[in-house]
């Protein structure tokens, strides 16, 4: 590892793919009042697509879920929301991107001098934050947020055991918005960031970081909402999967063990193992005894491809109101989900569910055959 004076930039290949994971522990207060705590899992897959005029082109799925206190009390985490983005960067950070992408939430952090640093210096740049307002207070375009952040090299640092160059960031935000007629609107934004970055000059980006962060946000209707946590990201290598493979592989499996209506098949997110009429009792998120077992011969399947993070989605019949169909699918969805962290097949934070209702039937809700098709839970191996 470097030792003395060396020169931090982003190297980007065509190509190259990887995945970010990052998490976030918050209490979130309304009106000086906790409203509750969250942990939120940002599962976050990067494609470079080409190298132009010194930037590196990304293609990125941002894909948040949470685990709360009084939303979900299951262990693994409740799928909220997916972006797409598409922005270049250049060698010394600096973001190019269109202003209707919600993510990446903070631009511009980390970037650098473009000369030669040793421990011991410093360097400011502009960034920005843009945050997603539309479910909570309306406002329908990505809200930016400007500061000055202010670095400071550490020299190496430990981490997971290993020395990596690490910088410090810390921005300060305090900014009065202009009104916005004929909605709410933030009157006034003050906040805290402060990082340990560590940096990995192979790769030619940052290996990890760590967050402390508080968020303050007083709005025109007078509500005052506050984010205060912490959080942590690291990068993973995202090796290709191959899909005609694995459902080969899963096909024999299910055939070997005797698994009944359940089938496999290639998606867009990776390989899906479709449960198909899975039995619970009426109207309920409680799994029969029965289908236990069903279950212990999936876990068994799973732990062959443990180096991949699983998404679990409830499917229902056409029955009942919308709302009420996909609150029972998200519930015995997450019942599977906890059921399979409990065989230890996944971590918790490795693990997201949701879901769909009737939205995405394999089966005519008209007969019989096609309704058991479409009660099914769905167990997806994900390729990034």
């Known amino acids: 590892?470097?030792?003395?004076?060396?020169?931090?930039?982003?190297?980007?290949?065509?190509?190259?793919?990887?995945?970010?994971?990052?998490?976030?522990?918050?209490?979130v207060y309304v009106d000086r009042?906790?409203?509750?705590?969250?942990?939120?899992?940002?599962?976050?897959?990067?494609?470079?697509?080409?190298i132009r005029d010194g930037l590196g082109l990304h293609s990125a799925r941002f894909q948040t879920a949470e685990r709360s206190e009084g939303v979900y009390g299951g262990q693994s985490f409740q799928w909220a929301r997916e972006y797409e983005s598409v922005f270049g960067r250049d060698r010394q950070g600096y973001i190019t991107i269109d202003p209707k992408y919600?993510?990446?939430?903070?631009?511009?952090?980390?970037?650098?001098?473009?000369?030669?640093?040793?421990?011991?210096?410093?360097?400011s740049a502009e960034g920005h934050e843009m945050?997603?307002?539309?479910?909570?207070?309306?406002?329908?375009?990505?809200?930016?947020?400007?500061?000055?952040?202010?670095?400071?090299?550490?020299?190496?640092?430990?981490?997971?055991?290993?020395?990596?160059?690490?910088?410090?960031?810390s921005y300060r935000i305090f900014?009065?918005?202009k009104a916005v007629s004929g909605r709410i609107w933030p009157v006034r934004i003050m906040g805290a960031s402060d990082q340990l970055v560590f940096w990995d000059f192979d790769l030619g980006q940052a290996a990890a970081y760590e967050e402390s962060f508080r968020m303050i946000f007083e709005f025109s209707n007078g509500q005052t909402v506050e984010y205060r946590g912490r959080a942590d990201a690291e990068i993973i290598e995202a090796p290709a999967?191959?899909?005609?493979?694995?459902?080969?592989?899963?096909?024999?499996?299910?055939?070997?063990?005797?698994?009944?209506?359940?089938?496999?098949?290639?998606?867009?997110?990776?390989?899906a193992i479709s449960l198909e009429d899975i039995q619970f009792e009426p109207d309920s998120a409680v799994l029969l005894e029965r289908e236990k077992a069903k279950l212990d011969k999936i876990a068994e399947i799973l732990l062959r491809y443990k180096d991949r993070d699983i998404l679990v989605g409830g499917h229902t019949a056409m029955a009942g109101t919308?709302?009420?169909?996909?609150?029972?699918?998200?519930?015995?969805?997450?019942?599977?989900?906890d059921y399979l962290i409990g065989k230890q097949v996944r971590a918790p934070d490795r693990v997201v569910v949701r879901g769909y209702g009737a939205d995405k039937p394999l089966g005519d809700n008209r007969s019989e055959t096609g309704r058991r098709q479409n009660r099914r839970v769905e167990i997806t191996i994900l390729e990034n």
Do not use: C
């Open 33 to 50: 009042r906790l409203s509750h705590r969250a942990e939120i899992l940002n599962r976050i897959a990067v494609e470079v697509t080409d």
């Open 175 to 177: 900014s009065e918005p």
């Open 241 to 271: 999967m191959d899909k005609s493979r694995m459902v080969t592989e899963i096909t024999e499996d299910i055939a070997r063990l005797g698994i009944e209506d359940t089938t496999v098949r290639i998606v867009d997110e990776g390989v």
């Open 131 to 169: 945050h997603d307002f539309r479910d909570v207070f309306g406002i329908q375009e990505p809200y930016r947020i400007p500061f000055t952040a202010n670095y400071t090299y550490l020299g190496n640092r430990e981490w997971k055991g290993s020395k990596y160059p690490a910088f410090s960031v």
């Open 322 to 337: 919308e709302a009420g169909r996909r609150q029972l699918s998200l519930e015995r969805a997450g019942v599977v989900a």
């Open 1 to 27: 590892m470097p030792l003395l004076a060396e020169q931090f930039e982003y190297k980007h290949t065509k190509g190259d793919r990887y995945r970010i994971l990052s998490t976030v522990n918050e209490d």
């Open 102 to 123: 919600y993510m990446p939430v903070v631009r511009n952090v980390p970037v650098f001098p473009g000369r030669n640093v040793v421990p011991g210096d410093t360097w």
